[in-house]
């Protein structure tokens, strides 16, 4: 099993900035990709960017790219990933959850392709 704890939400005025983090727990060592998807009130869950560990790759949206950036902790322990989010808009207000999967996993940007999730963290961009 592996645990996920999101950090540092909150509210901030459009064209600011904010760094979500997600630390995990447990079997961290079986983890293959992170993600942050995000669901705003009456929508779905949508992805919003992506990390796989074999090979460092990321992946964003196109809503997002440009303005958020995925990274990981130094230590490439598989503790802890980061949403570095600039230039926010007010439409990027959402719960913002992360997940993560434990096996070999082709797509990277469904819910249903990853077995963990996060409790949530809101990011509220005011106009």
């Known amino acids: 099993q592996v645990q996920l704890v999101e950090s540092g939400g909150g509210l901030v005025q459009a064209g600011g900035s904010v760094r979500l983090s997600c630390a995990a727990s447990?079997?961290?060592?079986?983890?293959?990709?992170m993600a942050w998807f995000r669901q705003a009130p009456g929508k779905e869950r949508e992805f919003v960017s992506a990390?796989?560990?074999?090979?460092?790759?990321?992946?964003?949206a196109d809503s997002v790219k440009g303005r958020f950036t995925i990274s990981r902790d130094n230590n490439n322990a598989k503790n802890t990933v980061y949403l570095q989010m600039n230039s926010l808009k007010p439409e990027d207000t959402a719960v913002y959850f992360c997940?993560?999967?434990?096996?070999?996993?082709?797509?990277?940007?469904?819910?249903?392709?990853?077995?963990?999730w996060g409790q949530g963290t809101q990011v509220t961009v005011s106009s």
């Open positions: 447990g079997r961290t060592f079986s983890v293959y990709a």
């Open positions: 990390f796989r560990w074999s090979g460092g790759i990321t992946y964003y």
């Open positions: 997940a993560a999967v434990a096996r070999i996993s082709r797509g990277y940007s469904r819910p249903n392709e990853y077995d963990y």
